[in-house]
């Protein structure tokens, strides 16, 4: 692979241990990938966050690295989700230990300059890059979104590799960077219209049947923001999607659809029957839920207005957790909602989600989510049931 005279000097060494290590992680990745060089990134994402998922190995390395760095990372970066509400783990009963290494963590990627915000949904908290932005995420569900509905250009990257990139400011130029893997590889025609949960269904069903190609839809109806994030989440979870198209909807339908194969995929046609056979599917148990825990991908503030509007002045029954960012929160804490949520017994929970805590270890056995990626992890992931349906139907009133 080809770097330039600054590129290899920062591989040689010149300008410290950790960029060096680093540039070696994306070297070696464009070479297993051939891509002919680096490119600039304009923003990262770093997964590996909550201890749950990296473990002691994980925080160990993390301090290592940092130990002697401070603000190393030039570029707007961010961090996935964590295993706890940062600010509130001790009154939603996160467990002790547990805590306390992932704020280890936490503080570990903050010495190297990634904002502390942990969240999935970047994008709605000023990480958002501009149409063609290369940028290195590794949120599966966020790189779904970029690629597809912000069109910037991100591989799915691991977490050490997003580290790598935020840390160099640089990524190999191979994968969905590349126009020529950008474009649609099976086309999906809808003969229904489709709503809210209707998305991650269908995200489900395609992401299984597309595995890493690019699903090019035709839907009968607009789809809202927080639908593709439904959407483009479940894709990459059942499947391994990291980018989609929507005829007249997203910004790269058009060159998708005038690649010159484009008229010979394959076509495949999703009914009604398919969308509730696999709705059913999703849950795991017919009893209800103990928690319900709605926000994944980590709720907008839209969503929490209309949470909080169908619970407004009713008393909760199940567990209610809302999984967002601080930011996010702040917002929602300004327009009233937190109060509302609060008042009926729910909460705003943040920094983390029903699949990175440890929920199992907090006494739950029936989730109840409105997210078909999370009705697919929570199984294997916390080994609890999962209940898949709207919210409104998930929530219980005494
Ligand atoms: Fe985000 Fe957790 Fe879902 S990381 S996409 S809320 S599984």
Redesign the pocket.
């Known amino acids: 692979m080809h770097l330039n005279k600054e590129e290899e000097k920062m591989y040689q060494g010149e300008y410290g241990i950790t960029i060096s290590k680093s540039m070696e992680i994306l070297v070696a990745l464009g070479d297993i990938y051939e891509a002919p060089s680096l490119v600039d990134i304009s923003s990262a994402q770093v997964s590996g966050v909550s201890y749950k998922t990296i473990g002691e190995a994980g925080l160990e390395y993390l301090e290592e690295l940092s130990k002697n760095e401070i603000n190393l990372v030039n570029i707007p970066s961010t961090l ?2 964590a295993g706890i509400d940062l600010d509130n783990w001790k009154s939603f009963g996160f467990p002790k230990e547990f805590s306390k290494k992932q704020k280890r963590i936490v503080e570990a990627y903050g010495k190297l300059g990634i904002s502390e915000t942990c969240t ?1 949904t970047p994008y709605l908290i000023g990480n958002v890059p501009r149409l063609g932005d290369h940028v290195s995420w590794s ?1 599966s ?1 966020a790189v779904a979104y970029l690629n597809s509905v912000i069109g910037g250009k991100s591989n799915r990257e691991g977490g050490p590799a997003a580290l790598a990139s935020a840390i160099c400011g640089k990524t190999a130029m191979y994968g969905y960077h590349e126009n020529e893997n950008r474009v649609a590889t099976t086309i999906f025609d809808l003969d229904i219209e489709i709503a809210h949960l209707d998305y991650g269904t269908l995200g489900y069903i395609v992401g299984r049947e597309v595995g890493d190609g690019v699903p090019y839809f035709k839907l009968k109806n607009k789809s809202t923001n927080n639908e593709l994030k439904s959407l483009g ?1 479940a894709l990459a979870s059942s499947g391994a999607v990291a980018l989609y198209h929507i005829e007249n909807e997203t910004p790269e339908y058009v060159f998708a659809k005038n690649d010159e194969d484009f008229k010979s995929l394959e076509r495949i046609s999703i009914n009604k029957e398919d969308i509730l056979n696999t709705k059913e599917k999703l849950s795991t148990t017919s009893e209800d839920a103990d928690l319900v825990c709605l ?4 709720a907008s503030l839209e969503e929490i207005k209309e949470i909080a509007m169908f619970i407004k002045g009713k008393t909760i029954k199940n567990q209610l957790w809302i ?1 967002t960012s601080i930011n996010i929160k702040a917002s929602s804490d300004r327009m009233g909602y937190t109060k509302i949520i609060e008042n009926s017994g729910g909460h705003i929970v943040l920094d983390t ?4 805590a440890p929920i199992e270890e907090m006494g739950y056995k029936n989730i109840g989510v409105n ?1 078909a ?2 009705a697919n ?1 929570i199984p294997s992931m916390c080994g609890l049931n999962a209940i898949y349906d709207n919210f409104e139907n998930l929530i219980k009133f005494k």
């Open positions: 996935n989700p999935c949120e569900s989440a926000g994944c991908p980590h999984c989600c029903m699949v990175v997210s990626k999370a992890y």
